[in-house]
């Protein structure tokens, strides 16, 4: 799926290029997205380096296994795959309680951990388990519960009441985690019925 | 809606403290243990930067082609059926495929229609409400070197179209119809 995407992407992109005489443009997209990417990802170094080093010191103090065990009842439901004490479970916690602040730069050091302790549990197979679909479908989904960029956009456009838009994302990222959650187990379901004639 | 400010603030220095507090009552040499997990921070980001390339060339082509317009005009009658006004497509579609180009299109729509009109506080709900699942595929799946996406884009991309159906009903129920 993602090949395909990818590559028609990239054909179609070449093709109306060509039909609407935009070869400039799109020979200069090669190049700025390429250097986006390292621009992002050099971004993401100094994060990455400080909150793994976090992490490690909550891993090895036991606060990842303390948080898991609080949470279990609600994240077993989740991620029935993961067993209860497993560090996979407390990085998981870490990242959605991260996302529900409004902290994305923790958060997704965080749920790259999460994601590393389940391919562990999946047994290194490069493709996806069950719960890892579920983990990034949680994070697109990424219940925040204060979006602090867009209220700051609205202020800077001056908004009357630059807050107001809480309450709807709320709703809206509740949904959208809660269908997230839904199409996630229907998927499931249909793979497992697949294998199993 | 004030606490959930403050509690953003204090989030992260209380649970470092936490995290230190607890360490030191289990004797684990803090620093040592902080220098070990930090290096593999480095690697990891690294380790992202081809999958994020390959995505962003794409991403970048598509747009700048023009395919990207066309797509959303072709999809906006459509989307005009569930009642999505045709100002906040391209926000709609953009949303899952780039967050940089979405934030750009929630600023142009605020500074366009204003941020408390009916269009302006869509765009801020939906930009707010879900995160760029292309995004979050790639760093997600590329650091830890899983090649084959499964259903995960599948999934993450119907979410996404919830989330945008419940931002144009919340908004109309909360603050009144587009007009």
């Given at each position: 799926?993602?090949?395909?995407?990818?590559?028609?992407?990239?054909?179609?992109?070449?093709?109306?290029?060509?039909?609407?005489?935009?070869?400039?443009?799109?020979?200069?997209?090669?190049?700025?997205?390429?250097?986006?990417?390292?621009?992002?990802?050099?971004?993401?170094?100094?994060?990455?380096?400080?909150?793994?080093?976090?992490?490690?010191?909550?891993?090895?103090?036991?606060?990842?296994?303390?948080?898991?065990?609080?949470?279990?009842?609600?994240?077993?439901?989740?991620?029935?795959?993961?067993?209860?004490?497993?560090?996979?479970?407390?990085?998981?916690?870490?990242?959605?309680?991260?996302?529900?602040?409004?902290?994305?730069?923790?958060?997704?050091?965080?749920?790259?951990?999460?994601?590393?302790?389940?391919?562990?549990?999946?047994?290194?197979?490069?493709?996806?388990?069950?719960?890892?679909?579920?983990?990034?479908?949680?994070?697109?989904?990424?219940?925040?519960?204060?979006?602090?960029?867009?209220?700051?956009?609205?202020?800077?456009?001056?908004?009357?009441?630059?807050?107001?838009?809480?309450?709807?994302?709320?709703?809206?990222?509740?949904?959208?985690?809660?269908?997230?959650?839904?199409?996630?187990?229907?998927?499931?379901?249909?793979?497992?019925?697949?294998?199993?004639? | 809606?004030?606490?959930?400010?403050?509690?953003?603030?204090?989030?992260?220095?209380?649970?470092?403290?936490?995290?230190?507090?607890?360490?030191?009552?289990?004797?684990?040499?803090?620093?040592?243990?902080?220098?070990?997990?930090?290096?593999?921070?480095?690697?990891?980001?690294?380790?992202?930067?081809?999958?994020?390339?390959?995505?962003?060339?794409?991403?970048?082509?598509?747009?700048?082609?023009?395919?990207?317009?066309?797509?959303?005009?072709?999809?906006?009658?459509?989307?005009?059926?569930?009642?999505?006004?045709?100002?906040?497509?391209?926000?709609?579609?953009?949303?899952?495929?780039?967050?940089?180009?979405?934030?750009?299109?929630?600023?142009?729509?605020?500074?366009?229609?204003?941020p408390d009109s009916f269009i302006g506080r869509l765009a801020s709900t939906m930009q707010g409400s879900t995160d760029t699942t292309l995004y979050v595929l790639t760093v997600y799946f590329g650091a830890v070197g899983i090649k084959k996406a499964g259903d995960a884009l599948k999934v993450g991309l119907l979410a996404d179209v919830c989330g945008?159906?419940?931002?144009?009903?919340?908004?109309?129920?909360?603050?009144?119809?587009?007009?």
């Amino acid at each position: 799926m993602i090949n395909v995407i990818w590559a028609v992407m990239l054909i179609t992109g070449f093709v109306f290029a060509a039909v609407n005489g935009r070869m400039e443009e799109v020979n200069e997209a090669l190049f700025t997205g390429a250097e986006e990417a390292v621009t992002i990802c050099i971004g993401l170094i100094g994060i990455l380096v400080f909150w793994l080093g976090v992490m490690r010191i909550a891993e090895k103090g036991g606060v990842l296994r303390m948080l898991s065990r609080m949470l279990a009842p609600v994240t077993a439901k989740i991620f029935p795959e993961v067993p209860k004490e497993h560090p996979a479970m407390g990085y998981i916690l870490s990242n959605m309680s991260a996302n529900m602040f409004g902290l994305g730069n923790a958060a997704t050091p965080m749920g790259i951990k999460a994601m590393e302790e389940l391919k562990h549990l999946n047994g290194g197979r490069d493709e996806p388990s069950r719960s890892m679909i579920t983990l990034l479908a949680l994070n697109t989904a990424s219940l925040t519960l204060i979006p602090t960029t867009v209220i700051s956009i609205r202020m800077n456009y001056n908004s009357a009441n630059p807050a107001e838009i809480v309450g709807t994302t709320l709703v809206a990222t509740f949904c959208s985690t809660v269908m997230a959650l839904l199409i996630d187990r229907y998927f499931h379901w249909r793979r497992v019925r697949k294998h199993t004639p | 809606m004030g606490w959930v400010t403050v509690v953003s603030m204090w989030f992260l220095p209380v649970l470092i403290t936490l995290i230190l507090l607890q360490a030191a009552r289990r004797r684990v040499p803090a620093y040592e243990t902080f220098v070990d997990g930090a290096k593999e921070g480095f690697h990891l980001a690294v380790s992202i930067i081809p999958f994020l390339a390959g995505m962003m060339v794409a991403i970048h082509v598509f747009r700048a082609s023009g395919a990207m317009e066309v797509l959303i005009q072709s999809l906006e009658p459509v989307l005009a059926l569930v009642g999505i006004p045709a100002e906040i497509v391209p926000l709609a579609l953009m949303r899952p495929i780039s967050g940089t180009g979405a934030l750009g299109l929630t600023s142009d729509l605020i500074a366009t229609y204003g941020p408390d009109s009916f269009i302006g506080r869509l765009a801020s709900t939906m930009q707010g409400s879900t995160d760029t699942t292309l995004y979050v595929l790639t760093v997600y799946f590329g650091a830890v070197g899983i090649k084959k996406a499964g259903d995960a884009l599948k999934v993450g991309l119907l979410a996404d179209v919830c989330g945008i159906i419940a931002a144009v009903v919340v908004v109309t129920l909360v603050f009144g119809a587009a007009m």
